[in-house]
């Protein structure tokens, strides 16, 4: 794949054995997301272009699966409105710890108590962002190998905690 300038038009020229998924954004915002060769390639309003990568690909993905079916409101909170945000350069919520900056994704009381907060950490070099992690990644790595001992452990805390503020 090749990026090409003509008449003040950015292209993506594809060559034959090129797979590539292409998206576009809504109408209010302004972009068009590109994912080739293990690559994001993101062309903002201003065409210009953002990469994103992965530390490691496979983790990272197995994180977002684990988000998404113990803790929905964040994932759908990362999925829709953070990655596309960070795509197109926006920092909203960001905050930065050190080297990588960090985004708190919305949490329930008794899965913070338990397991603490939901975070999203990546980091910015230049026009690349490089994804870590999502947090609690202990918690969302071992839920999805070991899911039926989890979840009654997960009750076990749960009705512990109940019984704690009951008493308080």
């Known amino acids: 794949m090749q990026v090409a300038e003509k008449d003040g038009v950015t292209m993506l020229v594809f060559h034959p054995g090129d797979r590539a998924i292409i998206t576009s954004s809504t109408q209010k915002e302004n972009y068009t997301s590109v994912y080739h060769d293990g690559k994001h390639l993101v062309f903002d309003n201003t065409i210009h272009m953002m990469t994103i990568e992965y530390a490691d690909e496979k983790e990272f993905r197995e994180l977002e699966r684990g988000l998404k079916k113990y803790n929905m409101k964040a994932y759908k909170e990362l999925a829709f409105t953070h990655l596309p945000n960070l795509q197109t350069g926006k920092l909203k919520d960001a905050v930065r710890n050190g080297d990588v900056y960090e985004i ?4 329930d009381k008794f899965f913070e108590k338990i ?13 690349t962002i490089t994804l870590f ?3 609690p990644k202990e918690y969302l ?3 999805l ?3 039926r001992k989890s979840i009654d452990d997960d009750k076990f805390k749960i009705t512990l905690l109940n019984r704690i503020d009951q008493d308080h």
């Open 104 to 107: 708190d994704l919305p949490t």
């Open 115 to 127: 397991n603490g907060k939901c975070k999203f950490v990546f980091k910015i070099e230049g026009d």
């Open 133 to 135: 992690s999502i947090e």
């Open 141 to 143: 790595l071992s839920k």
């Open 145 to 147: 190998s070991d899911s």
